[in-house]
């Protein structure tokens, strides 16, 4: 079967669509929070959104933050992880993604956030916040780590059709739309690095793991284009 997984958000999303749009009235801008205020919120529930690249985000990020960096994939991804009966928080690359990225929240049926992190990840790392890292792989060093532990394993999220044209012998299988339902499947007593084409969805997907408490986990940088690209091995499907 080659159909695409369905983003959990989308059966939510034809609910409201069939109700018809909410009368949204006058927004108020959400608050750039100075670290002190952001923490407070963080810690009393409040969902971490970061709308950093991958490379950002995996090199120190707010524990439990969820990853989906903010390009023309972000409605897709955000509103496939971020619970939609929380309060959330954002991180961004620059404050002039506010607004883009609230619009882009705000049309796949989410509220507004309780504010942003005003001075970034930045203003966080030198007020000695704690900081939450996973580390970026590349295919070459991947290959060299399935050589060495014999215990790594490999979660591949993309689609269907992407996983017939090649996977990673041993690799285990969840799409990126599936695994906020199915992440107890993965297993927590081994290392996994997580792949998908690019390394935009793994990010995504490990955060999403790292949010449950998995803490041995890696991003594959530049996916199975790059595998690909770098003429490493791979499996087909019979």
């Known amino acids: 079967d080659e159909l695409p997984a369905v983003p959990p958000y989308w059966p939510r999303m034809r609910r409201m669509n069939q109700q018809g749009p909410l009368v949204l009235g006058a927004l108020c801008e959400p608050p750039p929070l100075q670290p002190a205020a952001f923490k407070q919120e963080w810690e009393a529930g409040s969902v971490v959104l970061d709308c950093r690249s991958p490379e950002a985000f995996g090199g120190?990020?707010?524990p439990g933050a969820?990853?989906?960096?903010?390009?023309?994939?972000?409605?897709?991804?955000a509103g496939t992880v971020l619970p939609p009966d929380q309060p959330y928080l954002l991180v961004?690359?620059?404050?002039?993604?506010?607004w883009p990225v609230c619009w882009d929240?705000?049309?796949?049926?989410?509220g507004l956030p309780n504010g942003w992190l005003a001075g970034g990840m930045f203003a966080w790392r030198t007020a000695a916040y704690p900081l939450g890292m996973i580390p970026q792989w590349s295919v070459r060093e991947l290959d060299r780590a399935l050589k060495e532990e014999p215990d790594l394993l490999v979660l591949d999220v993309r689609q269907p059709k992407e996983r017939k044209?090649?996977?990673i012998h041993g690799s285990l299988y969840i799409t990126g739309a599936e695994l906020p339902t199915r992440w107890p499947e993965v297993p927590r007593d081994r290392p996994?690095?997580?792949?998908?084409?690019?390394?935009?969805?793994?990010?995504?997907?490990?955060?999403?793991?790292?949010?449950?408490?998995?803490d041995r986990l890696s991003n594959i940088l530049g996916g199975m284009t790059a595998w690909h690209a770098a003429g490493l091995p791979t499996a087909n499907e019979s």
């Open 105 to 110: 929240l705000l049309r796949i049926g989410y």
């Open 92 to 98: 961004l690359e620059r404050p002039e993604d506010l």
């Open 192 to 214: 996994l690095a997580v792949i998908c084409g690019s390394g935009y969805r793994s990010s995504v997907a490990a955060s999403l793991l790292a949010r449950q408490g998995y």
């Open 60 to 62: 120190g990020h707010i």
């Open 66 to 77: 969820l990853n989906a960096g903010y390009t023309s994939s972000f409605p897709t991804w």
């Open 165 to 167: 044209s090649g996977h």
